[in-house]
């Protein structure tokens, strides 16, 4: 078995060419995965994607949405309930308990809007700074990044950052990446993530970054 490659940091013309190539390949579109049409249902959407696949979180909100069709309907829901209802997303105890709770305060503080500030968003139960930011560049358009774990693999593999904790990648990247790239690099990098580099057998010699990327098998 061959030694693991050194990564070394990406340099700003790097860093550039790989936008491009990004830009190129998956274009400049903004694309949501989890399906919802209200800030809060993409919001509740968000806090049971923790763990679980978007895919799974879209079998389960086609029927959650429709079963609680207002704010009102999740802030008086019966807990257990609700634990049945998102028993499949995984850790449902705490997704439910959190779910009721957001909607009461959403209700209660901001007349049932989300709130588009990242301080007020992470004071929400179940909201960390990925959650916040899902919300912030998909709801209200404004520049932030989303640490997920494709995120997180391959921009370490780029050269991007060498650190483990989401928030200090984010930092990273918010350094090294065009402000106006940083939603599109979420979407971008989730694409590349789920299609060719994936985790468990990466499609490297399929891949229109293998050139610039230090840990291509190519």
Same mark, same amino acid.
């Given at each position: 078995? !061959? ?11 790097? =860093? ?12 400049? &579109?903004? /694309?949501? @995965? ?12 968000? /806090? ?6 978007? *895919? ?11 079963? @609680?069709?207002?704010?009102? #309907?999740?802030?008086?829901?019966? =807990?257990? *309930? ?7 997303? $995984? ?7 959190? %779910?009721?709770?957001?909607?009461? %305060?959403?209700?209660?503080? @901001?007349? !049932? ?12 139960? $179940?909201? $960390?700074?990925?959650? #916040? ?5 998909? /709801?209200?358009? &404004?520049? +932030? %990044? =989303? =640490? ?5 693999? %391959? +921009? ?36 590349? !993530? ?10 490297? *010699? ?13």
């Amino acid at each position: 078995m !061959g030694q693991k490659k050194t990564i070394k940091k990406a340099t700003k013309k790097q =860093v550039l060419e790989i936008i491009d190539i990004l830009n190129d390949t998956f274009g400049k &579109e903004y /694309i949501c @995965y989890l399906n919802h049409e209200t800030p809060w249902q993409l919001l509740f959407a968000t /806090i049971l994607s923790a763990q679980c696949t978007d *895919e799974r979180v879209n079998q389960v909100t086609s029927k959650l949405f429709v079963k @609680y069709p207002t704010l009102e #309907a999740f802030a008086n829901a019966d =807990v257990s *309930e609700m634990e049945r209802d998102i028993f499949s997303t $995984g850790f449902y105890k705490n997704k439910a308990r959190n %779910i009721i709770r957001c909607a009461q %305060i959403l209700l209660l503080e @901001y007349h !049932g809007e989300v709130p588009r500030e990242i301080e007020k968003l992470v004071k929400l139960p $179940g909201v $960390g700074r990925k959650t #916040a930011n899902v919300i912030r560049g998909n /709801i209200y358009h &404004e520049p +932030s %990044i =989303v =640490v997920d774990t494709h995120v997180k693999r %391959i +921009s370490k593999k780029f050269g991007f950052t060498k650190e483990d904790d989401p928030d200090k990648i984010e930092q990273d990247l918010m350094k090294i990446l065009p402000v106006d790239q940083w939603i599109l690099y979420n979407i971008q990098i989730i694409t590349l !993530g789920r299609t060719v580099c994936t985790a468990r057998s990466p499609k490297c *010699e399929q891949c229109t970054l293998r050139a610039l990327c230090p840990s291509s098998e190519v």
